[in-house]
């Protein structure tokens, strides 16, 4: 990276902040519940296979009608656990949770390594920026755990009308700090919507790779925030 970097800029959901309970234990607490014994280990590997197979598909979600995709990220997580339930009352199940936890601002939990960086990269000067492919709760979900003060700029997809990949909404969020996205490193937990779109913009990017999904990824890659300082 040969750029003087003024901003950092990261996405929310998977990148700072996590639900509590997560995927993996829904999904898990739901298999369980309609008789099929797998061990929670089991599942959560599948996700994350599920979650690097499926990447490019969720890139091309619009925030609407996502009841395509999810059937088959289901479909490979049952297949993959060999469920011999029914599959439609599997995603009726899940959905219902999802439906009851995702509203609830108190079921979002930041990661233990976010408050340290926010705090590093503010005593450094580096101006911060959130860009969220989310709807108004993400405002609500970061002023409940004391994020929102950290950043200059929060763009949401649900109000702006654009979601990651497409380049205008990193473009907004550069705009709105006055700075050229070369200027800036965006990071994320997505490949195609995080990095892809990031380096679409002009902007630098950097993939937040948690649970080693993206091992072979062509970008820079970490595994967790404290790393972001290696490259500042």
């Known amino acids: 990276m040969t750029e003087e970097i003024d901003a950092v800029m990261f996405d929310l959901g998977g990148t700072l902040i996590d639900l509590e309970p997560t995927k993996d234990v829904v999904f898990h607490r739901v298999l369980t519940r309609q008789g099929h014994k797998v061990p929670l280990a089991t599942v959560k590997k599948i996700i994350w296979e599920a ?22 990220f289901d479909k490979h997580v049952l297949e993959a656990v060999e469920f011999k339930g029914d599959a439609s009352d599997f995603a009726k199940e899940v959905s219902a949770v999802f439906e009851h936890i995702i509203p609830n601002v108190k079921s979002w939990i930041a990661y233990d390594d976010v408050f340290p960086i926010l705090d590093d990269l503010k005593a450094r000067d580096f101006r911060l920026g959130l860009i969220s492919n989310a709807t108004s709760l993400a405002r609500r979900v970061s002023d409940h755990l004391g994020l929102s003060k950290y950043f200059e700029t929060i763009v949401i997809s649900d109000e702006v009308g654009f979601r990651k990949p ?56 970490i595994r967790t925030l404290k790393a972001l300082s290696r490259y500042l």
């Open 51 to 72: 979650e690097k197979k499926f990447d490019k598909d969720f890139a091309d979600l619009d925030g609407v009608n996502e009841e395509r995709f999810w059937k088959k």
């Open 166 to 221: 497409d380049k205008r909404i990193f473009r907004l969020a550069a705009k709105n700090v006055n700075l050229a996205p070369n200027r800036i490193i965006y990071v994320g937990d997505k490949f195609e919507v995080d990095v892809v779109g990031a380096k679409k913009a002009g902007m630098n990017s950097i993939l937040l790779d948690r649970m080693g999904i993206f091992p072979d990824a062509h970008c820079i890659r």
